[in-house]
């Protein structure tokens, strides 16, 4: 340390969002698109493994993506984005396309899932700050409305998700949204 360690800023127009291809996704069986701007976040744990470094996260990814697509017969990783406990957010469906991960929300929201069981972790502040840059850049772009709510799932739907610690935590986040 030499004393003149930088205050460190965040920079919230920008967020690296590793993309499929990266990740060794495979194509979806079909896709629809959003009919206008999402009015709702809802985050989601994966309730799985805790990754921290993309040799955990990738392999788990292409994991998840099997499992929802063969297992439960979704056409895609079920997810729009995920965020993995380095702060990496990683495209699942991506902006604009109609999700699944919140029946009978999907059609007007975000789905977002922490990688792991935040039962049991508690989310990094690297992965916190990632979500609000995601959530900056979303209403930059226009896919995701200014006025948006954020939720947990078990605000809209009889689950656990997204686990006791990471649910906790939605309060200060929408505070701090409220902030930028
Ligand atoms: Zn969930």
């Not at 493994?49 to 063969?70: E, F, G, K």
């Not at 977002?112 to 995601?134: H, K, Q, T, V, Y």
Request: net charge neutral; hydrophobic share 35%; proline share 5%.
């Amino acid at each position: 340390m030499d004393g003149h360690t930088p205050r460190k800023t965040v920079d919230m127009n920008s967020v690296a969002v590793v993309c499929r291809r990266a990740w060794n996704a495979v194509d979806p069986r079909d896709r629809t698109e959003m009919k206008s701007p999402a009015q709702t976040v809802v985050v989601h744990h994966t309730a799985l493994r805790y990754c921290s470094n993309p040799r955990d996260s990738v392999p788990h990814l292409a994991h998840i993506q099997h499992m929802h697509m063969q297992e439960r017969g979704f056409d895609d990783i079920g997810y729009n984005f995920l965020i993995s406990g380095d702060g990496v957010v990683y495209e699942g469906r991506g902006w604009g396309i109609v999700g699944a991960h919140a029946k009978e929300h999907n059609f007007h929201s975000v789905g977002i899932a922490f990688m792991g069981n935040f039962n049991d972790e508690l989310p990094s502040s690297a992965s916190l700050s990632a979500l609000l840059r995601l959530l900056h850049i979303g209403v930059l772009h226009g896919h995701v409305q200014p006025s948006f709510v954020l939720v947990g799932h078990r605000d809209v739907a009889k689950t656990a998700c997204p686990g006791e610690h990471l649910y906790s935590l939605l309060p200060k986040l929408r505070e701090q949204l409220q902030n930028h």
